[in-house]
């Protein structure tokens, strides 16, 4: 059975490079402001494998409530990760350099039937909703960060409803 202490990751943020911290540092961003204690790690589902599944198997251990995976090119990590947990797996497209991340978006959203990752937009809005929907998820069972997660929602709305759209000339 998981045990979890005080500080530990809720979340944990895996990425296939190094370089993709640029977009994946969004999802990060969404879980530090929530005060959502995460972790982030570059561990490849091909240049690390065995790192990376005693990482799964570690953070499963150490309490952690769902894993955020972004990759680029053919972007298996995802799929790999939810091959090695029941724990729900977020997916982040990260944008390639030949494909523009299209290949990352299908690579991750064709999960065969069985093992399912739930896959977001390419690039920063979708790593930034990866991190909003943990956030979701977490606040099923914790009422402040449900009620956090509600003003943030109200914050938007009320931004729309003071917009200004410029008159013509
Ligand atoms: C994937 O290959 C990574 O997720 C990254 O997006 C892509 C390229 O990796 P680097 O060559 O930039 O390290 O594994």
């Known amino acids: 059975m998981a045990?979890?202490?005080?500080t530990a990751p809720l979340v944990s943020i895996v990425m296939g490079s190094s370089n993709d911290w640029d977009v994946m540092q969004h999802a990060a961003r969404q879980l530090k402001d929530f005060g959502v204690p995460y972790e982030a790690r570059a561990l490849s589902a091909h240049r690390t494998p065995e790192l990376l599944a005693e990482y799964?198997?570690?953070?499963i251990e150490g309490g952690t409530?769902?894993?955020i995976a972004g990759a680029g090119g053919a972007a298996h990590l995802a799929g790999v990760v939810a091959s090695l947990t029941i724990l729900p797996v977020l997916a982040v497209p990260i944008p390639s350099k030949h494909?523009?991340?299209l290949d990352s978006l299908l690579s991750m959203v064709q999960m065969p039937k069985g093992i399912p990752v739930a896959t977001f937009a390419i690039g920063d809005g979708g790593s930034a909703n990866a991190g909003l929907f943990a956030v979701a998820m977490l606040a099923l069972n914790d009422a402040g960060l449900a009620r956090r997660l509600q003003a943030f929602r109200t914050k938007q709305a009320d931004a729309v409803k003071a917009a200004k759209l410029p008159e013509l000339s």
Do not use: S
């Open 65 to 67: 409530q769902c894993f």
């Open 99 to 101: 494909l523009g991340g």
């Open 3 to 6: 045990t979890r202490k005080a």
């Open 56 to 59: 799964v198997k570690k953070r």
